[in-house]
């Protein structure tokens, strides 16, 4: 049997990672195919008397730091990373209140939406009903649509 190559190229969807450490925990991400992988490295300080806060950097800047994170144990913010926006989205809940910290801190990047996503959605394309009546498709040629940015999720287990 003679197999012919794949008319579209695969297309990263999801990352998924698993990291151990004690407090900072490093990976690499690559939210644009057009530029370099970014160092991420997210630290946390939840131990001893002080309160529990943790640093989310990407290619060494702190982009994100959450002070009383027995408060803020789920959260979302985005940020500017080589001037384009990036969602990320944590749950460290575990590693603050169950036994011996044993679940992981889940960490999710994604890449924000571009122009051409935003202006879609500000006219309602992706499936709504159109002024003629007529229903319109999410559904795009892979051809015509702009690539789509990978995430990466990002599970940190602690070790003590």
């Known amino acids: 049997m003679k197999m012919r190559p794949g008319l579209v190229e695969a297309v990263l969807l999801v990352k ?9 925990f490093a990976t690499k991400a690559k939210f644009d195919e057009k530029r370099k992988e970014n ?8 131990f001893g008397n002080k309160e529990p806060e943790m640093w989310i950097s990407i290619d060494g800047i702190v982009l994100i730091h959450v ?4 408060w ?7 940020v500017m990373v080589n001037k384009q926006p990036v969602q990320v989205f944590w749950d460290v809940h575990d590693w603050l209140f169950s036994v011996s910290g044993s679940g992981p801190g889940l960490f999710i990047f994604k890449p924000g939406p571009g122009e ?4 879609k ?15 319109a498709s999410g559904y795009y040629s892979t051809l015509s649509y702009a690539p789509i940015e990978s995430c990466l999720v990002l599970s940190a287990y602690k070790l003590e």
């Open 16 to 24: 998924r990672e698993s990291v151990f450490a004690k407090k900072s």
């Open 39 to 46: 160092d991420i490295v997210v630290e946390s300080s939840t």
């Open 67 to 70: 002070k009383n994170l027995q």
């Open 72 to 78: 803020k144990f789920r959260g979302n913010q985005t």
């Open 116 to 119: 051409a996503e935003s202006e």
């Open 121 to 135: 959605e500000e006219r309602g394309i992706e499936g709504c009903d159109s002024d003629d009546g007529s229903t």
